[in-house]
């Protein structure tokens, strides 16, 4: 069962994002690790973040693990 807490540090980590962000061609977009490029690898990049954001707002598994637990719905339950 998952805890309040855990979406509450999601969000703190998207909050943390959104202020990395960057410019690119126009676009807003959050940079990677090293501050100084912007990729769409899933760990570190773009893809990574729209899997955290589509989890906060649908709920749902990890991506790319292995069926355990039932999936979340959007509140954490």
């Given at each position: 069962m998952?805890?309040?807490r855990y979406r509450r540090w999601a969000?703190?980590?998207v909050a943390a994002a959104h202020v990395r962000n960057v410019v690119h061609d126009g676009l807003l977009l959050v940079p990677d690790e090293t501050l100084s490029r912007v990729h769409a690898a899933y760990n570190t990049g773009l893809s990574g973040l729209l899997g955290l954001l589509t989890r906060l707002r649908h709920g749902g598994?990890?991506?790319w693990l292995p069926a355990g637990e039932p999936p979340l719905d959007p509140?954490?339950?």
């Open positions: 998952a805890e309040p969000a703190d980590l598994t990890r991506l509140e954490g339950r």
